[in-house]
């Protein structure tokens, strides 16, 4: 899927219609605002392949779990994001024919995407059996200022006669999902309105749902307005099903328009009995405000986020296409807005893998929002996993152990995931959760949260770590055994370097922070202290841990052994597997995968980017050149990491290849399954591919210096390709402007106070 | 449970009705003879609690897998055994009132196995709400003589007033499956028939349904007769229930009784036209024979039976009836009359685990065949194999392996299980097919099995071992990554000493095998060679593999460490777990089952019982002391084989203790899940646990002598508690009968050639 889409600064642009693709295109046409979001499904009845999907945010259904063997302490559901209320629907009925370009004659066709105003427009002509010939256009927005508002505008012009046209805006809500598990409808009927006012020759429509179980309302309101006056306007009220048909005649080549407005909400926002009537509110008020105004306010929210968090790379359209449109998926996913919210793996653009959380959160999209919008959006994903504390612990507490585990796959903090090996075993990710305590407080100097909120995630994580190890004395070692470390390829292994490693790195930085608060915040610590029953002998034996945490290392290769007899497998590398057996996880079978020496994706290597700064270049080195060629990159999330690498050792060229796997990866349809969804959170990883990667940026520790705050590191490369490219960083209050050319690197400051950063390894004040 | 039975030599008897115990009772109560089994379900109508079961041996129906990540390689189907026609029905109704033990007053009840004689019988006496009373007697038998015949005794006396009574004998096949994966109707209706006869007020049923997908065809047709003259007699025919109506008066006092004949037949025996008239001839063959005579005859093949497989316990009831119950319903389970049958996990006592065949047959089961029954019937299980070899060449494809690897799970050949850990990782069942055989031609002297058979099952699983196996150039030595051992609470482990250790066992036998058939069958020899393609190269690579084959061995403990990192375990015993705790399974996540150190069933202990001839006692003894401590025994396959080695090491107490707990499983309901059906494989265990445990039978070799033959031993002791025990043994066409009393050890040669053996490590000659 190469060459699918045209190649545009700004666009994504489909210039014909081809069925067969239609999924595909569907999920890159998304849009999103936060709120809620919609696939790039059409606004007429289609008859042909789709996948309909309408999301909304933190509204899920938890579906039966289905596993072959059930084993103790699975959970008893996973949570989906349920497709819900269809309400950008618009059916066409001419001369009684109902347009569906499954049935018609597309005569041409033109889907795009704007990324730069955030809006979907679609234009065809199509002719009919009877010979009528149409020409519609198409556009919607879902707008980043009024969080439960979209529009849609709808115009159609007969191209050959006069005709006779129906226009039936609906809202649907008999909707299914193809994810379901057990094939259950996830949705009942609540309230439905339909009517119409003869004096305006307009009408409306509100449709509320609940999802089974879980209780959720969605409440979807509609208005709208006519370009011409209609002839009749009736209304359709079922129980999940509402609709205005209107009745119209058109001239030939003369344009009618529906303008669609919408208001969307749910009970996550109101009680229960105000919903609806909110939803209702909302779209009138759209109404009032009219297209031009809503269109506007939505634009400007977009031309804020793109004038912060923009990458700009000239002589290369492919590439800049590629990270604008991570950029734009992952804005449109995630706001910040609300703290209860979270990103998930497929964002607003499909139903598949349902949970809204994984540790791609903390590992992959913090650093994103961290550095390109202000502090609070990455302050509320922190809050997020500090609002789920509770549930971290219990979920601890059903393996049997202390502190708190937080889950692999979550909607409300509960474990969602059943696979033994990833839903126990997988315990890597409570490290990331306090990996990420500590980004923000470097990177925003806001150490305040600690002692506020960061203090009690990092303590009860600990405390897990304290647990789940345990002192083996035949070696004088303490040790983490039957745990599934980032490389999945691997499960139940003993002692993986990274989880041993970033254990040790879990209970240092409790240490740190600890001490840190203890002297700072003296009053509110010894609280904390009292509070958390922290002791003196439990921080002796995290020192005792950190002493003596066992790590398996081949000393005659200099290489950290990806885990227990990791080096006893036979050592081939990707090279030698035959073609026609890659991807791995789609030819072989899993007992040939594990005990392989592939690896899916940065393990070792996702210890080394996370704790750059403890490790020199030749120990990256050496386990670069020892991992990279045996690793598969069969996770969306790997090409990136050992992309940052790359750069850092010196292998520019390489870190280009390993950024390119990434950057078009959905647009190109590498993993040919963009068409189940877009791949959100590793978008976050193209990102950083550029920012830690080609310009190097990191926090250094100021050597031989007093000051605890860290500097500001850049060192930038230009990959060979490419004439410029340039991005701004948020950074201490500061908008930092960075831009690099081949011969030059220039680092603007446009906002705050002048700063010290280290330049290729100089100090320099900008 | 302990006491639910009454304890009796040779019965099983149920004094009281206890509706929640129904289902408990009703797999105990389990008629079977190889062909077909049926639970203890009452003939007439009972509305409350009850798994209503029939089975057919070897008709599945392929469920769809349920899984909740797919993995490459799954199975699409797993092969359950579908609940059959219902045939032993018989409905009653008195004045109009429908006779149903849930509804009526139950005033005596007595439900008894009859094990001597095969036979199920229950009486009651019962009251209707409108005060009626009546005696019931039912009683039936599956033929052991005439494998597709079964027959119904039904008694009805009215008490204490003349009665309407109608009787209704039916075949009902509007059944379901408990376990059907996606509450699927596995039959659809073929044939059904239903008349009467006039003249000799008689009448008949018959049906005929058929497995969806597999279309397996299993006809049941009915003949009755009367102790009285009917009134009336009506037939009914629908799709998938046939029955008669049979109208009667019975006066107070007047014993009424209906017997029913039955024919099951099914398209594995006939063409499928044919399959539903046999079944007819059958029925009706049966009727002309009558009752008496084939309950002669059937009561005749269980002295058989009886005669050369019983174990006779004195001055332990409890262990007599436990161990009778055991051999019992091995002989209802398996009769090696078919080889394409094999024994299921359940028998013919419940629909869970599905498919029929695990490595219990070959590792447990075959050993009880082989000494107990013809020789022809153990050959009938290792010929099963051989007919499957072709699917498991397929399934070790599926995994990119060369050779054969067996499955684990399996109804026709093809795997059926759906647990990577299992499926593609339990390998060492792939051993035991190989151990079979071996054990199969030492105790029978069939060298010819192995030239017609035996050498291409060895050869293709010596391949497997070959290719997965992998020479690790850093310690020089070969390796087996990623198993999981017969200890499933260890999983993708690397080098299980077990599998490791019987694949080595595997290449040796190959290799004696090849070396012995190239002396004996020189000519059928070359053309094997030529056929497997067999070269001296490959024979040169096993030497290699035994000769560097590495095994985990703790020097420091003398132990063999189950897998590469067992001793990094917390090493804890299973004294020290918390009694709430246990069963472990039943309690605690995967990971923390398998981080622990704590065993499931025998493994290392297992290899220790296979090639006992190969490890010294102070070997046994330190890995029985090391392990047993550590073994929970949370698989019934697991006790015996403990107890086997801890006689053989002298901890004779210990042996019986461990006996204990398989002897009277179900009969207790130790494990709480005897309700889903009998532990059909692990009684063989028992058999073994007094044969190779108490008893100490084992093959030795001639130490210091030319002769290959090897030599029977006998090293018996006695458990405190018992007077004596006795069994035969069927051993190179001989029949030996050994009685071991506290005083006296006799061994009686009641066939054959006298025979050489060693008692107590003394020769004699028998």
Redesign the interface.
């Known amino acids: 899927m190469k060459d699918y889409f045209e190649l545009a600064d700004w666009k994504i642009i489909e210039g014909e219609f081809n069925p067969g693709d239609n999924r595909f295109a569907e999920s890159i046409m998304s849009l999103g605002n936060g709120h809620m979001g919609i696939r790039g499904n059409f606004e007429e009845q289609y008859s042909g392949d789709s996948l309909p999907g309408t999301y909304i945010a933190g509204v899920y259904y938890p579906d039966k ?5 059930w ?3 699975y959970p008893e559901y996973y949570a989906k994001v349920p497709n819900a209320t269809n309400f950008i629907g618009i059916d066409v009925a001419i001369n009684g024919e109902e347009l569906d370009l499954a049935l018609w004659e597309v005569l041409s066709f033109r889907r795009e995407l704007d990324m730069k105003q955030g809006y979907l427009e679609r234009s065809f002509t199509a002719e009919s059996n009877s010979g009528l010939q149409v020409a519609v256009t198409a556009r919607r927005f879902l707008s980043m200022a009024r969080r439960e508002v979209g529009a849609v505008s709808y115009s159609l012009t007969p191209l050959n006669q006069k005709i006779e046209l129906e226009l039936i805006p609906y809202l649907d809500g008999a909707i299914t999902n193809e994810d379901a598990n057990f094939g259950e409808i996830f949705w009942e009927a609540f309230q439905s309105e339909a009517e119409t006012e003869e004096k305006n020759y307009s009408g409306r429509g509100y449709l509320n749902l609940r999802t089974k179980k879980s209780d959720f309302l969605v409440a979807a309101a509609m208005e709208y307005e006519l370009s011409k006056e209609p002839e009749e306007i009736t209304a359709l009220r079922e129980k999940k099903y509402v609709n205005n048909r209107i009745f119209l005649t058109a001239e030939a080549e003369e344009e009618v328009k529906l303008t669609k407005y919408l208001g969307v909400t749910t009970n996550r926002d109101y009680q229960d009995e105000e919903t609806g009537n909110q939803a209702k509110i909302r779209a009138k008020e759209a109404k009032q405000a009219g297209w031009q105004k809503l269109f506007a306010e939505h634009s400007r929210a977009w031309s804020d986020i793109w004038e912060e968090g923009d990458i700009i790379i000239e002589g290369d359209t492919a590439a800049q296409q590629g990270i604008r449109f991570n950029i734009f998926q992952l804005n449109q996913t995630y706001t910040g807005h609300d703290p209860r919210l979270n990103i998930g793996p497929k964002g607003f653009t499909g139903e598949k893998y349902g949970g809204a959380t994984y540790w791609d959160t903390e590992a992959y999209c913090l650093p994103f929002y961290l550095n390109t919008r202000d502090n609070e959006i990455a302050r509320n994903l922190l809050l997020y996993r500090y609002r789920h504390l509770d549930k971290a612990r219990e979920n601890a507490d ?3 152990l202390e502190g708190a585990l937080y889950p692999m796959v979550t909607m409300n903090g509960e474990e969602c995931h ?4 990833i839903t ?2 997988e315990i890597h990710r409570n490290a990331a959760i306090v990996y990420a305590i500590y980004n923000f407080v470097e990177y925003t100097e806001e150490k305040k949260y600690l002692i506020d909120y960061g203090l009690e995630v990092i303590t009860a994580v600990a405390r897990f770590w304290e647990d789940r190890a ?1 002192f ?1 004395p ?2 004088n070692k303490y ?1 983490i ?2 745990v599934t470390g980032p490389n999945e390829y691997e ?4 002692n993986n370097w990274y989880t041993n490693r970033m254990a040790v790195w879990c209970l240092e930085y409790a240490l740190d922070t600890i001490a840190f608060l203890k002297d700072e915040y003296p009053q509110r610590f010894q609280q904390i202290w009292n509070d958390l029953n922290l002791s003196a002998g439990e921080l002796e034996k995290w020192r005792d841990m950190i002493d003596r945490m066992y790590y398996p290392y081949a000393e005659e290769l200099g290489v950290f052994e990806q885990q ?2 990791y ?4 050592l081939k590398t990707v090279s030698e597997i035959p073609e026609e057996d890659l991807p791995l ?8 995968i ?2 392989s020496c592939f690896v899916k994706q940065a393990d070792v290597l996702q210890g080394l980017y996370f704790l750059s700064d403890c490790y020199d270049l030749t120990t990256k080195k050496t386990n670069f050149d020892f991992y990279e060629p045996r690793t598969v990159h069969e996770s969306s999330l790997s090409p990136c990491i050992h992309s940052i690498i790359a750069a850092e050792i010196g292998y520019q060229e390489k870190a280009y290849e390993l950024y390119l796997r990434t950057a078009r990866l959905d647009l190109e349809n590498v993993n040919n399954d963009t068409e189940d969804g877009l791949h959100i959170t590793s978008m976050a990883g193209t990102w950083m591919a550029i920012v830690h990667g080609f310009a190097g940026m990191k926090l250094e520790e100021r050597a031989g210096e007093e000051e605890q705050q860290k500097i500001l590191s850049l060192t930038p490369f230009i990959p060979e390709k490419w004439k410029s490219y340039a991005f701004k960083i948020n950074y201490l209050g500061r908008i930092l402007n960075i831009e690099v050319s081949p011969s030059e690197i220039r680092v603007e400051r446009e906002k705050g106070e002048p700063l010290e950063i280290l330049l290729q390894g100089e100090k320099q004040v900008v």
Chains 1, 2 share one sequence.
């Not at 779990?65 to 063997?69: A, C, F, K």
């Not at 080096?567 to 036979?570: N, S």
């Not at 996880?585 to 040939?592: E, G, K, L, T």
């Open positions: 779990t289905v596993v072959g063997w084993k103790v302490g059903k393996l049997g059943n696979e033994w090996e126990f075993e345990h083996n035949r070696k040790m055994l039957g499960n139940n292994v003993h227990d007899g080096l006893d497998k036979e996880h789609q030819n072989w079978s899993w007992d040939r594990l005990r």
